[in-house]
């Protein structure tokens, strides 16, 4: 199956990898050249602006951007549906707000061009492990491109079977879901992102706690200097809070226990905050994750080890580079 990707970064060039290993036809554009053309050595086909979509995608054309949300992503598929043609689809791959994602598909819609939202989790190690996606989109547009979101998936894996799922929608055992119409893709991936706060903060928290058992404050009958890699590592493996983030905390830890590369300097990218804003709207309790948005929040200001546990994170998950620390306050 073909399809076009705009935007060639940490992801959107692995997801053009991960297609031509499946066989599809990927044709790829971004700003920069070098990204262009270190996928057409690897037999993606080069579009070296926006225009060459109409041509070297057939009929309906099917164009995914993998770009930051916000004015990125509003002004490519801005120029985009003055390009396309009715019965084209534009897949948004990236972290937009959901509401975005509505206003853009009434625009689309207009047109006659299909709009699909992807809530995209996988960052660096999706080529190899791949992508776990939340879809929002009219239905035949959604079935019509399954063969794609197929190959980006999971797949099953070793993960053991849920019992009395046998009725129920197969896809979401492979590591994608149709969540709903226009928007509910990126709703869902923005709730996700929201709870990965929560599940960062507690870790961070927790072996926060750990270090600071060796503290000259305590009684000294009551220090321990615990090995964190080794308590990380352990609890990988058969613990009930074992996680795929445990795994990337283990990996940090065991290249430098006392994280040293990192400041602590925490960003947030957008998700937790609309998560708080969607449950402030609906009137949700949600203290732990408001607490995680705030900490990070603080980070910015001073800095503890369990807020560089966090920045090693999201290098791991993401390969998200720590922001520049600000002066701390008396």
């Given amino acids: 199956?073909?399809?076009?990707?705009?935007?060639?970064?940490?992801?959107?060039?692995?997801?053009?990898?991960?297609?031509?290993?499946?066989?599809?036809?990927?044709?790829?554009?971004?700003?920069?050249?070098?990204?262009?053309?270190?996928?057409?050595?690897?037999?993606?086909?080069?579009?070296?602006?926006?225009?060459?979509?109409?041509?070297?995608?057939?009929?309906?054309?099917?164009?995914?951007?993998?770009?930051?949300?916000?004015?990125?992503?509003?002004?490519?598929?801005?120029?985009?549906?003055?390009?396309?043609?009715?019965?084209?689809?534009?897949?948004?791959?990236?972290?937009?707000?959901?509401?975005?994602?509505?206003?853009?598909?009434?625009?689309?819609?207009?047109?006659?061009?299909?709009?699909?939202?992807?809530?995209?989790?996988?960052?660096?190690?999706?080529?190899?492990?791949?992508?776990?996606?939340?879809?929002?989109?009219?239905?035949a547009a959604v079935d019509r491109l399954d063969p794609i979101f197929a190959a980006l998936a999971p797949g099953l894996g070793t993960i053991p079977c849920t019992p009395d799922r046998e009725t129920r929608d197969p896809r979401a055992e492979r590591g994608y879901i149709h969540a709903g119409p226009v928007g509910a893709g990126h709703f869902v991936k923005m709730i996700h992102n929201g709870i990965e706060y929560g599940l960062m903060q507690a870790y961070a928290e927790g072996f926060d706690i750990l270090r600071g058992k060796s503290s000259e404050t305590l009684p000294e009958d009551e220090r321990f200097t615990l090995d964190l890699g080794d308590i990380a590592e352990v609890w990988r493996r058969g613990s009930v809070i074992s996680s795929w983030l445990l795994d990337l905390t283990a990996i940090a830890l065991a290249k430098d226990e006392s994280l040293k590369e990192f400041s602590g300097f925490v960003e947030d990218s957008g998700e937790g905050r609309w998560t708080i804003d969607a449950a402030i709207e609906e009137a949700v309790s949600a203290n732990v994750l408001t607490a995680a948005l705030y900490a990070r929040f603080r980070s910015r200001v001073e800095h503890s080890f369990g807020e560089k546990l966090l920045s090693a994170m999201r290098m791991q998950f993401g390969g998200h580079v720590e922001g520049h620390a600000t002066e701390s306050k008396s």
């Avoid at 935007?7 to 990898?17: E, F, V």
């Avoid at 061009?113 to 009219?138: A, K, Q």
């Fill in 1 to 139: 199956m073909q399809l076009g990707i705009v935007g060639l970064g940490r992801m959107g060039g692995n997801i053009a990898r991960r297609l031509l290993k499946a066989g599809h036809e990927v044709v790829v554009f971004d700003r920069d050249a070098k990204a262009v053309d270190a996928l057409a050595k690897e037999k993606a086909k080069a579009a070296h602006a926006l225009n060459d979509f109409k041509t070297l995608l057939s009929s309906p054309r099917a164009i995914w951007v993998m770009l930051p949300a916000g004015a990125p992503t509003e002004q490519t598929i801005a120029q985009l549906s003055g390009l396309l043609e009715k019965g084209d689809v534009v897949i948004d791959g990236g972290n937009t707000f959901y509401k975005d994602d509505i206003r853009r598909a009434k625009s689309l819609h207009e047109r006659g061009i299909d709009y699909i939202d992807v809530g995209t989790s996988g960052g660096v190690w999706g080529l190899e492990r791949g992508y776990c996606m939340m879809i929002g989109g009219d239905k």
